[in-house]
């Protein structure tokens, strides 16, 4: 996992190749004038999910993973806290994996947990189990998925 700042992003960008196009792109549009949706770059390789979820307490939130994808989670009005189990780590089972939506879920506690601000970015590989929208009230977040 990673967390890092919207300003400094050239040192990661090299972990992928549509890293560069995908922060480029972040950086020059106003998501919060966009409307909520499917934003598609390139197909299934990298698309961002635009969205207001309404957060949950910590108590209430599962713990996700994805094989074939890295997520790049970035807040735009709140701040959100994610929190975060290594895979290896995880032995809960709450939804099995289901490689259509490339998601399985775990009923297992985060064992640390990050407080992502806006202007700021958390990246999530498969080996990360993450467990986003971590907060109270709405939040406008994108969530970029980019394929392996």
């Known amino acids: 996992?990673?967390?890092g700042n919207l300003n400094d992003t050239k040192r990661v960008e090299g972990l992928h190749?549509?890293?560069?196009?995908?922060?480029?792109?972040?950086?020059k549009h106003d998501f919060l004038s966009m409307p909520i949706g499917r934003i598609e770059l390139q197909g299934e390789a990298l698309f961002?999910?635009?969205d207001n979820p309404v957060?949950?307490?910590?108590?209430?939130?599962?713990i996700e993973v994805h094989r074939r994808y890295i997520d790049v989670h970035?807040?735009?009005?709140a701040a959100e806290t994610i929190g975060w189990?290594?895979?290896?780590?995880?032995?809960e089972v709450s939804r099995s994996y289901s490689c259509e939506k490339d998601i399985a879920f775990y009923a297992d506690n985060p064992s640390t947990y990050f407080t992502v601000y806006p202007g700021q970015f958390l990246m999530a590989f498969p080996e990360d189990g993450h467990a986003p929208i971590i907060g109270e009230g709405?939040?406008?977040?994108?969530c970029a998925k980019i394929r392996l």
């Open 17 to 27: 190749p549509l890293l560069p196009f995908l922060f480029e792109y972040i950086k």
């Open 74 to 77: 970035v807040p735009l009005d």
């Open 138 to 142: 709405s939040l406008r977040k994108i």
């Open 48 to 50: 961002i999910n635009n």
């Open 55 to 62: 957060m949950k307490p910590q108590s209430a939130q599962l």
């Open 85 to 91: 189990k290594p895979l290896y780590d995880l032995s």
């Open 1 to 3: 996992m990673i967390l």
